[in-house]
């Protein structure tokens, strides 16, 4: 608790300002699955999955959920029939779902191996969990180890620090050492997912791109109707548009619901993510925006060689990626 301002002298226990639990949920197609919960005393309520590779499961600002989660929920991946790797990754999409380090985008034959839809990171249980706070700040960091025989070996140490004071904000830091004498190919995609009611029709979108193209098209993009929120539709078609980031410093998606009155612009350093990719979908039940800053387009770690943009760390060398979330009240 702060000196400076008194705090410590109004508050008997740091739980009236932020309040820091560890779970395991109880029954349910998630059981035993550990948890943790964040509520800050400025309206910021985030849960984050250690054992799922210390993704976001779900963020909640003033009362608003932000994110979409599949209708399954949080699924421990033995109730999923995890069984056939060409056919179902397990990952949950929720607030953040990150995707790789062997794999980002479709399923991938690779020299005679088969690469998960969008790897094994968000499946991995992390180690080294460690939990810190006060009253500006918790600090949640893990080390995920994967690791494939004859493979690849990477060590990704993941930090993740909830702003709970003036400024609500939820910052990724990931270090990504490649832990073999090899150079080795890395696939990284954040997959931030926007769900109702946080994203309807409302939604105001402003996107930092140099340049975009449809995922398997060469038509020009409608940038005003990319741009556009629309209501749920039975008949919706999945619809991917791949941008290159407009800086190669910070670059910043705004995104304003003036119904909700909250607004939150992620941002992503374009040095180490200088792409990203928009995701709409909103067919009833499946209602999301995703935007997903990455290291190279996510065609699938062959794909991403044949067309040369494929990214390989050095023996035993570490490169860090960042991400954010900030969140702000909007006037109605």
Known sequence: MSYENGTFKRVGNNDQLVSVRRFRLDGGPGHGLLCISVEA?????VTLVPDR???IYQVRYKGVNINYITPDGLTALEHRGFVDRRVDTGNFLGMLTTCGLDNAGPTSLDQGRYYFQHGRLATIAVDDLSVSRD??????????VEYA???????????????????????????????????????????YNFGFPFLDESLKLSIPSRSCRYKGSDDPVDMEDLLKVYPPDASWKAEVTY?????????????????????????????????????RMFKEREYVLAIEPCNAFPYGRAAQREKGNAEFLDPYSRKKFVTALEFSVLPR
């Open 41 to 45: 005393g400025n309206g910021l309520s």
């Open 53 to 55: 590779g210390l993704d």
């Open 135 to 144: 009253d500006e700040a918790v600090i949640v960091s893990a080390r995920t």
């Open 149 to 191: 025989t004859g493979d690849y070996s990477f060590v990704r140490r993941r930090k993740i620090t909830i702003g709970c004071a003036d400024i609500a904000f939820i910052m990724v830091e990931d270090e990504v050492e490649n832990a073999s004498g090899q150079p080795q190919q890395i696939c990284l995609m954040y997959h």
């Open 243 to 279: 941008h290159v980031a407009a800086s190669e410093e910070i670059n910043t998606v705004r995104l304003e619901n003036r119904n909700a009155a909250i607004g939150v612009d992620l941002s992503f350093d374009g040095k180490s993510l200088p792409c990203f990719d928009i995701w």
